[in-house]
């Protein structure tokens, strides 16, 4: 089963920036796609962002562009959320989940990491 480990989570002020990362155990890393999700309390877990199978295009949520970049180093087995101009509503549970393909909806990903927690202050 595909090991999921986010890391880089942290309380900063709005306006600051945070990298998060996601590291995989499986060998064949960039036959999955690798996607971000966000869940605030009382919501919805949210899609963020989602790199391709191949690993070569990446997508974001409207209410993260321009503000998130995803990016994938297959040598590492690691994906990556860099978050920028941070806003006190992005505060959330990010994880990172793959699967055979980008999707919106949270159901359809079979694997998940544990989470890590964003706070931001305003």
């Known amino acids: 089963e595909l090991q999921l480990v986010e890391s880089g989570g942290g309380s900063v002020q709005a306006g600051g920036s945070l990298r998060l990362s996601c590291s995989a155990s499986?060998?064949?890393?960039?036959?999955?796609?690798m996607g971000w999700f966000r869940q605030s309390p009382g919501k919805e877990r949210e899609a963020v962002s989602c790199?391709?199978?191949?690993?070569?295009?990446?997508q974001y949520a409207d209410s993260v562009k321009g503000r998130f970049t995803m990016s994938s180093d297959n040598a590492k087995n690691t994906v990556y959320l860099q978050i920028d101009s941070l806003k006190p509503e992005d505060t959330a549970i990010y994880y990172c989940?793959?699967?055979?393909?980008?999707?919106?909806?949270?159901?359809?990903?079979?694997?998940w990491g544990q989470g890590t927690q964003v706070t931001v202050s305003s």
């Open positions: 989940a793959a699967h055979l393909g980008c999707s919106y909806y949270a159901r359809d990903w079979g694997s």
């Open positions: 499986e060998f064949q890393f960039d036959d999955y796609a």
């Open positions: 790199i391709s199978v191949g690993h070569s295009m990446t």
